[in-house]
Structure formats: structure tokens, C-alpha cells
């Protein structure tokens, strides 16, 4: 099977790269093995002009095969890997002809360093063109020259800012920063090539900014990167967690200044020694895990109907709403309804918010959003999305007169955290079309949605909403309609053991702060003060009745924690919880709370608040140990009761609903690395008489 093809018409040459065994163009055993064929081809005979290009539709090249890195073990091996692909690259560096990459669409990791390689880059204006080095992300840096090429291409502060983040940019963005020479047109091409071909072959480039040669202005300049780097990253070992940041950081220093070839050489041993690290494993594990969610079959068989999806009706304009309003606004008009003038207007604002970035607004995606303050629209309305307040009674009637508007064919779903989407069913003559769709908060961010089948849903429509939440970038995790689902369910009896922790003595600065060191966003105590206290107190009384009948300490708060719901202590909204709050920003620790938990005391050190009590201090192990054994025990009665019916997309709904660390590969992935002896002994210690089945970690070891 041919992948790459090479066509020659008078003194231009063309390599073509188009995959028919896959969707996207991908650097692996066959495409390099035919490229290093088609090279020797064009080192004995070369042309005047070569260009690289994609028969893929939205695909230049997607990157090296993960598969190739998921599966090396041996550090000279990956290190081998890496250095075919930089000689690859450099064999089109050094071609006495005019090389240019054609790119339109994708053109990632390295496929953006065999595209370094040419003397210009040609981005193609399109939607799908972006261009990135997003290596950092699956824990590796670039090993095919991308590290030695960048900085030549864009200057070193642009080309270590895109190295580190991984982040994307635009055929217009890579026009302006150099990365690309020319934007075309799609219906220009080649006049872009005829252009660069007559510009001649590019010598040698500048090295910017010149007074990096300098070695006090290096120092400050790699001291200050790693300054920003770590800031994000405060409260983790970040050379265990993320081997890559570190070793990426210290590469380029290194490499400032000195022959490209032992640049060559060190970024090859560099990536050889980070292939191997379970941090890379495990974060390739989780792409793939986002990847699964997004092309499972559900979202397969729906794609068509939301092909033709043009509409959206979002009702309620609050926080929620109005994120999946601007989420939705991604592909649709999007008619934002609310019942008065003053909360629409507050959602609107919050949506402008929403829509600028690094002082640009996108003013085309805002445009598609329409506020509403009656039934008008909703005829044409292809999806009616409800984000109201969470009341059965409410949401049924809301049903009921959406239903006398809407045609027949139109999908109603609810963003409910915890109601039966049944209930909402009761004598509707729509119901099979009623499903929930959870959007987790903030919703423009947070990856993950579940979606929920009631009784009387059909299949048809769980189909074209997995479908239709893949299409605006989610990943949609099926789940059964039962109490809490899935991740709010598994996350009360993390939240109730960080308490009981507390209340035992230990700090809740050292309890979130042992939370955030394993590699969880934030603190299980942040974590309530964020939600909001009396959220997290009638979620799980409501779990508690429906669930914990036999064991209600699964779920339930404990007294003193609803003394500060009816004391007014909700956290963030109200300024005070466990901490105190201003504009959004966690303060110090809340003074008031030796009145609600017994056995404390409260001191001043230097007027900073603490609390204190006579009770040694938990490690970090065992403080993390606590919170996260009742988590692992509800998943797996989870996992038995069928609320969700695959292991590995439970282990992908914690790791994009909640922020469990991608560096530990999941919840069932960091379990099935404990001796079983000791997991079973912490799970008795635990004293949940729940479904526990072990075997099931079996499948997440290596």
C-alpha cells in the first residue's frame, strides 16, 4: 500500500502524503520507510522545486504514530526512533531544491518538524489549519528537530512559549509570527508555490533575539521560563509528575548557540530517556481515552442527523447556561432564553466575557448567540438545552411548553447534576426525545458530559446527542439514570472523607494540600467551598435517601457542616466557607470555623489564621489514601451496578469530569499499581459493605 507517492511535472516534484487505512496522515514504519525510498529518489535526480502535500481533506500530517511511543520500552530504542526521524529531516533540509510544505489542515507534532525542514511553509486559510508542537502534552518533547528548528524559524521566545504550552496556531497566527511565509487561499496555492520557488533557496536565518547569545540576559531569560512554567504547576513534584517540562527547559537551554549537530544529538537522548517514563505511557493512554469517547460508536451512528443541526434553544442564562451557550455557539445559532430582562442581560455580559481572549473578541461566534425573552425561534430549534434551576416541577412544566413549540424531531435535554431525567419524562408526549446532558462547570472548559438515558429514551437520541456533544468538542460518557450518575455520585464520598478528616484534627490547608500534591486540581475542602456548601449538603442527602440506605455515611454530611450551611458559610458565593473569598480568589482560613468543629482552637500567628488541635498530622499518602479509597469503592459498585458499562471510559470521565492527574493515567489505572493484599486491607479500613470486584483493575496493569 502506497501512503506517500512521488509525481514529478517538468522541474516540480511533488510528495504526496494521503492514507487510505486511516483518517489522518501519520508518521509510522510505512509512511517513513516510503519517504526514505522516495529521498533517495530525489537526491540523485533532484528538481528545481519540491512540495509536500496532503490528499486528506483537514490533514497535512497529524504527527508520529502513538502507538510506536506507547509501545517502546528500551531507551537506545527510542532514542534510535528519534534519530531516524531527524535524519529524515534533515535529508529535506539539505535537497539543493526549493522545498516547500503545502499545509492545509492539521499539522502536528511531526508533522510540523518534517514541515520545519522545508525552506517555507505555505499555511492554507481554512478552519482545520492549525500547526503545533504539542509533544509536552503526552510527555515527550519534540525529537525530530523540532527543537533546534522552531527557534530558527520564529525566534526563541515564540518558539519556547509554543514548545512548552503545545498549544496551536492559525494559518494567520503562524503567518504573523514567521512560522509560515505565506497565508494562501485555498484557490491560490499555487501561485503561493510559484512565488517561494522564484524567492530561491533560504541560506541560513537570524537568530532572534540576539541578546540571548549573551549569557547573563540566557540565565535570566530560562530563569524567568521557569518561573511562569512552575507557577501553574505550585503544588506537584513536577520532576515526577512531568518529567518532560523539566528536561525540555534544560534541552533548550543547552542548545542556544551550539552546533546544530550535537543539538541533534542531544534532543534524540533527551526524548529517548522521557518515551520511557510512565508519565508518557499514561498520558498517551489518556488521548487516547478522549479519542474512544469522541468516535464510540454512539457518536458514530448520530453524526449524520447532526450534520444538519443549525439551531440551538438554551434555556436559563446563568452561569451554566450561558457557558453552553457559548459552547453550543461553536457550530450553531444559539437563542439564549431567559424569563426577565436583568438575569438575560447578566448572561450576556458573562458571555462577552466569554468570547475575548488575549484582548480579541470573537466576534463571529458572539454574533450567532440571540437573547430571548419569549417562546419566538423555537419552531426551527434543532436542540432545546434546559440549565434552569434543579426543581422536578420546574423542569417538567418547562418540558411541557417548550413541547407545544418545538417539532417533532427536536432533541430536548437537560443539563441536570442530579434528577431522574424519567421523572421528566411522566406523561410527555415527547419523552423518548428527553435525555439529560450534563455539562460539568465551567462548561466551556470542562471536557466531559454525560449523557443520560431515561426510561423512555431512545436510542436514536442518545445517538445524536453523544454525537452532537462530540461535534462541539466534548467527550460524552454514557451513563444510567441513577442517583448523582456517575462523577457526582464517586465524588460525595471523596468530598465526606475529606471532612471526617477535619474533623479528626487534621488541617484543612494539609488535607487539600496533600490533594493537590498527588495531582488533583484542587482540594476536596476548596473543592465543597466552590460547589457551594449547601449544593454539596442536599446533594448528598439526596444521594443518602436514594442510595445509602444501608450505609448513609457514604454520602452524608456531617452535623456541624449543616450548621454551616444554615449559618449562611456557602463558600465562594457567599465570601466565606471553609476559606474566605474576594473577586473569586481564595483567601486565608475561615476564623469562624472553631465554632463548628468541635475540639479546635483558633490562634493567630502574625495575623494569619490557623486552627489547631491536638492531633498528629497525616502524611500525604495517607491523607490522599483516605479520600480516594471510598472514590475507588463507589466506581466499582458503579462499575457493577451498570451505570456505566466500560472500565476504561470510567477511568476517562474522572480524568475530564473531575481533573483526576492525566499524569497518573486514571482512577482505575493508579489502583491496579497497589499490591492487591494492601488495596483490599485499605478498602476493609474503609468499612463500605459495597460490591468491590479487584479483577476489574487487572485489565488497567501496564
Same mark, same amino acid.
Not at 523539566?246 to 541533534?264: C, H, N, R, S
Given at each position: 500500500?502506497?501512503?506517500?507517492?512521488?509525481?514529478?511535472?517538468?522541474?516540480?516534484?511533488?510528495?504526496?502524503?494521503?492514507?487510505?487505512?486511516?483518517?489522518?496522515?501519520?508518521?509510522?514504519?510505512?509512511?517513513?520507510?516510503?519517504?526514505?525510498?522516495? @529521498?533517495?529518489?530525489?537526491?540523485?535526480?533532484?528538481?528545481?522545486?519540491?512540495?509536500?502535500?496532503?490528499?486528506?481533506?483537514?490533514?497535512?500530517?497529524?504527527?508520529?504514530?502513538?502507538?510506536?511511543?506507547?509501545?517502546?520500552?528500551?531507551?537506545?530504542?527510542?532514542?534510535?526512533?528519534?534519530?531516524?526521524?531527524?535524519?529524515?529531516?534533515?535529508?529535506?533540509?539539505?535537497?539543493?531544491?526549493?522545498?516547500?510544505?503545502?499545509?492545509?489542515?492539521?499539522?502536528?507534532? %511531526?508533522?510540523?518538524?518534517?514541515?520545519?525542514?522545508?525552506?517555507?511553509?505555505?499555511?492554507?486559510?481554512?478552519?482545520?489549519?492549525?500547526?503545533?508542537?504539542?509533544?509536552?502534552?503526552?510527555?515527550?518533547?519534540?525529537?525530530?528537530?523540532?527543537?533546534?528548528?522552531?527557534?530558527?524559524?520564529?525566534?526563541?521566545?515564540?518558539?519556547?512559549?509554543?514548545?512548552?504550552?503545545?498549544?496551536?496556531?492559525?494559518?494567520?497566527?503562524?503567518?504573523?509570527?514567521?512560522?509560515?511565509?505565506?497565508?494562501?487561499?485555498?484557490?491560490?496555492?499555487?501561485?503561493?508555490?510559484?512565488?517561494?520557488?522564484?524567492?530561491?533557496?533560504?541560506?541560513?536565518?537570524?537568530?532572534?533575539?540576539?541578546?540571548?547569545?549573551?549569557?547573563?540576559?540566557?540565565?535570566?531569560?530560562?530563569?524567568?521560563?521557569?518561573?511562569?512554567?512552575?507557577?501553574?504547576?505550585?503544588?506537584?513534584?513536577?520532576?515526577?509528575?512531568?518529567?518532560?517540562?523539566?528536561?525540555?527547559?534544560?534541552?533548550?537551554?543547552?542548545?542556544?548557540?551550539?552546533?546544530?549537530?550535537?543539538?541533534?544529538?542531544?534532543?534524540?537522548?533527551?526524548?529517548?530517556?522521557?518515551?520511557?517514563?510512565?508519565?508518557?505511557?499514561?498520558?498517551?493512554?489518556?488521548?487516547?481515552?478522549?479519542?474512544?469517547?469522541?468516535?464510540?460508536?454512539?457518536?458514530?451512528?448520530?453524526?449524520?442527523?447532526?450534520?444538519?443541526?443549525?439551531?440551538?434553544?438554551?434555556?436559563?442564562?446563568?452561569?451554566?447556561?450561558?457557558?453552553?451557550?457559548? $459552547?453550543?455557539?461553536?457550530?450553531?445559532?444559539?437563542?439564549?432564553?431567559?424569563?426577565?430582562?436583568?438575569?438575560?442581560?447578566?448572561?450576556?455580559?458573562?458571555?462577552?466575557?466569554?468570547?475575548?481572549?488575549?484582548?480579541?473578541?470573537?466576534?463571529?461566534?458572539?454574533?450567532?448567540?440571540?437573547?430571548? @425573552?419569549?417562546?419566538?425561534?423555537?419552531?426551527?430549534?434543532?436542540?432545546?438545552?434546559?440549565?434552569?434551576?434543579?426543581?422536578?416541577?420546574?423542569?417538567?412544566? &418547562?418540558?411541557?411548553?417548550?413541547?407545544?413549540?418545538?417539532?417533532?424531531?427536536?432533541?430536548?435535554?437537560?443539563?441536570?447534576?442530579?434528577?431522574?431525567?424519567?421523572?421528566?419524562?411522566?406523561?410527555?408526549?415527547?419523552?423518548?426525545?428527553?435525555?439529560?446532558?450534563?455539562?460539568?462547570?465551567?462548561?466551556?472548559?470542562?471536557?466531559?458530559?454525560?449523557?443520560?438515558? %431515561?426510561?423512555?429514551?431512545?436510542?436514536?437520541?442518545?445517538?445524536?446527542?453523544?454525537?452532537?456533544?462530540?461535534?462541539?468538542?466534548?467527550?460524552?460518557?454514557?451513563?444510567?439514570?441513577?442517583?448523582?450518575?456517575?462523577?457526582?455520585?464517586?465524588?460525595?464520598?471523596?468530598? $465526606?472523607?475529606?471532612?471526617? @478528616?477535619?474533623?479528626?484534627?487534621?488541617?484543612?490547608?494539609?488535607?487539600?494540600?496533600?490533594?493537590?500534591?498527588?495531582?488533583?486540581?484542587?482540594?476536596?475542602?476548596?473543592?465543597?467551598?466552590? $460547589?457551594?456548601?449547601?449544593?454539596?449538603?442536599?446533594?448528598?442527602?439526596? @444521594?443518602?435517601?436514594?442510595?445509602?440506605?444501608?450505609?448513609?455515611?457514604?454520602?452524608?454530611?456531617?452535623?456541624?457542616?449543616?450548621?454551616?450551611?444554615?449559618?449562611?458559610?456557602?463558600?465562594?458565593?457567599?465570601?466565606?466557607?471553609?476559606?474566605?473569598?474576594?473577586?473569586?480568589?481564595?483567601?486565608?482560613?475561615?476564623?469562624? &470555623?472553631?465554632?463548628?468543629?468541635?475540639?479546635?482552637?483558633?490562634?493567630?500567628?502574625?495575623?494569619?489564621?490557623?486552627?489547631?488541635?491536638?492531633?498528629?498530622?497525616?502524611?500525604?499518602?495517607?491523607?490522599?489514601?483516605?479520600?480516594?479509597?471510598?472514590?475507588?469503592?463507589?466506581?466499582?459498585?458503579?462499575?457493577?451496578?451498570?451505570?456505566?458499562?466500560?472500565? $476504561?471510559?470510567?477511568?476517562?470521565?474522572?480524568?475530564?469530569?473531575?481533573?483526576?492527574?492525566?499524569?497518573?493515567? %486514571?482512577?482505575?489505572?493508579?489502583?491496579?499499581?497497589?499490591?492487591?493484599?494492601?488495596?483490599?486491607?485499605?478498602?476493609?479500613?474503609?468499612?463500605?459493605?459495597?460490591?468491590?470486584?479487584?479483577?476489574?483493575?487487572?485489565?488497567?496493569?501496564?
Amino acid at each position: 500500500m502506497e501512503v506517500v507517492t512521488l509525481t514529478q511535472q517538468g522541474s516540480e516534484a511533488r510528495l504526496h502524503f494521503a492514507r487510505t487505512d486511516k483518517s489522518v496522515n501519520v508518521l509510522d514504519e510505512l509512511c517513513i520507510s516510503q519517504l526514505e525510498t522516495h @529521498l533517495d529518489r530525489l537526491e540523485k535526480s533532484p528538481p528545481k522545486t519540491l512540495v509536500l502535500e496532503s490528499g486528506i481533506s483537514g490533514c497535512f500530517i497529524a504527527g508520529a504514530d502513538l502507538e510506536i511511543i506507547a509501545a517502546v520500552t528500551d531507551q537506545k530504542e527510542a532514542t534510535r526512533l528519534a534519530e531516524r526521524g531527524q535524519s529524515l529531516c534533515r535529508r529535506i533540509e539539505v535537497l539543493p531544491c526549493v522545498s516547500i510544505a503545502l499545509v492545509h489542515g492539521a499539522c502536528m507534532g %511531526g508533522g510540523l518538524e518534517v514541515a520545519l525542514a522545508c525552506d517555507y511553509i505555505v499555511a492554507v486559510e481554512g478552519k482545520k489549519t492549525q500547526l503545533a508542537l504539542p509533544e509536552i502534552k503526552i510527555g515527550i518533547h519534540p525529537g525530530f528537530g523540532g527543537c533546534i528548528r522552531l527557534p530558527k524559524r520564529i525566534g526563541w521566545m515564540k518558539a519556547v512559549e509554543m514548545i512548552l504550552s503545545g498549544s496551536a496556531v492559525d494559518a494567520g497566527r503562524a503567518k504573523r509570527i514567521g512560522l509560515a511565509a505565506l497565508v494562501a487561499q485555498p484557490e491560490l496555492q499555487g501561485k503561493a508555490i510559484a512565488y517561494l520557488a522564484e524567492k530561491g533557496k533560504v541560506k541560513a536565518r537570524k537568530f532572534a533575539p540576539w541578546w540571548l547569545r549573551l549569557w547573563p540576559a540566557k540565565a535570566l531569560f530560562f530563569q524567568q521560563v521557569e518561573k511562569r512554567t512552575y507557577a501553574r504547576l505550585q503544588h506537584i513534584e513536577v520532576a515526577t509528575a512531568y518529567p518532560a517540562i523539566p528536561a525540555v527547559i534544560t534541552l533548550l537551554k543547552e542548545i542556544v548557540g551550539i552546533p546544530d549537530g550535537l543539538a541533534l544529538a542531544r534532543e534524540a537522548e533527551s526524548l529517548g530517556k522521557l518515551a520511557v517514563t510512565p508519565t508518557c505511557k499514561n498520558l498517551i493512554r489518556v488521548f487516547h481515552l478522549g479519542d474512544s469517547l469522541k468516535k464510540q460508536p454512539a457518536a458514530a451512528r448520530g453524526r449524520e442527523a447532526v450534520a444538519g443541526f443549525k439551531k440551538t434553544a438554551v434555556y436559563g442564562a446563568g452561569v451554566m447556561g450561558g457557558g453552553i451557550a457559548w $459552547v453550543a455557539a461553536k457550530t450553531m445559532a444559539v437563542d439564549l432564553h431567559e424569563v426577565a430582562a436583568e438575569p438575560l442581560a447578566r448572561g450576556m455580559q458573562g458571555i462577552g466575557r466569554l468570547a475575548t481572549r488575549r484582548g480579541r473578541t470573537d466576534h463571529a461566534r458572539l454574533s450567532r448567540i440571540r437573547p430571548v @425573552l419569549d417562546s419566538s425561534g423555537l419552531a426551527d430549534a434543532d436542540v432545546v438545552i434546559e440549565a434552569v434551576v434543579e426543581d422536578i416541577k420546574v423542569k417538567r412544566n &418547562l418540558w411541557l411548553e417548550v413541547g407545544k413549540h418545538v417539532s417533532k424531531q427536536a432533541l430536548l435535554l437537560s443539563n441536570t447534576s442530579s434528577l431522574a431525567v424519567s421523572d421528566m419524562q411522566k406523561r410527555r408526549a415527547n419523552a423518548g426525545r428527553i435525555a439529560g446532558l450534563h455539562f460539568f462547570n465551567p462548561a466551556p472548559k470542562m471536557p466531559l458530559v454525560e449523557v443520560i438515558a %431515561g426510561e423512555k429514551t431512545t436510542t436514536e437520541t442518545i445517538d445524536t446527542t453523544c454525537a452532537l456533544a462530540a461535534s462541539w468538542g466534548k467527550y460524552p460518557i454514557i451513563v444510567a439514570d441513577r442517583p448523582g450518575f456517575l462523577v457526582n455520585r464517586c465524588l460525595m464520598p471523596f468530598m $465526606v472523607a475529606a471532612l471526617k @478528616l477535619i474533623e479528626t484534627g487534621q488541617k484543612p490547608e494539609h488535607v487539600d494540600g496533600a490533594l493537590k500534591n498527588f495531582g488533583m486540581p484542587m482540594g476536596a475542602i476548596e473543592l465543597a467551598d466552590r $460547589v457551594g456548601l449547601d449544593i454539596c449538603f442536599h446533594v448528598g442527602a439526596h @444521594l443518602g435517601e436514594t442510595l445509602g440506605a444501608e450505609q448513609p455515611e457514604r454520602f452524608a454530611m456531617p452535623q456541624w457542616f449543616g450548621s454551616m450551611v444554615s449559618d449562611g458559610l456557602l463558600g465562594e458565593k457567599s465570601g466565606k466557607g471553609f476559606f474566605s473569598y474576594e473577586k473569586g480568589k481564595q483567601g486565608a482560613l475561615n476564623a469562624e &470555623l472553631g465554632n463548628y468543629l468541635p475540639g479546635f482552637r483558633f490562634r493567630e500567628h502574625e495575623s494569619d489564621a490557623d486552627i489547631s488541635v491536638e492531633s498528629s498530622t497525616l502524611s500525604n499518602r495517607s491523607v490522599v489514601d483516605a479520600c480516594l479509597i471510598p472514590m475507588l469503592i463507589e466506581a466499582l459498585a458503579c462499575l457493577h451496578e451498570k451505570v456505566v458499562d466500560d472500565p $476504561v471510559h470510567l477511568d476517562a470521565a474522572f480524568i475530564y469530569g473531575i481533573g483526576f492527574p492525566p499524569f497518573r493515567g %486514571g482512577l482505575l489505572r493508579y489502583f491496579s499499581g497497589f499490591e492487591r493484599s494492601d488495596l483490599k486491607a485499605k478498602i476493609e479500613k474503609a468499612g463500605y459493605d459495597l460490591p468491590v470486584n479487584l479483577e476489574v483493575l487487572d485489565g488497567f496493569i501496564g
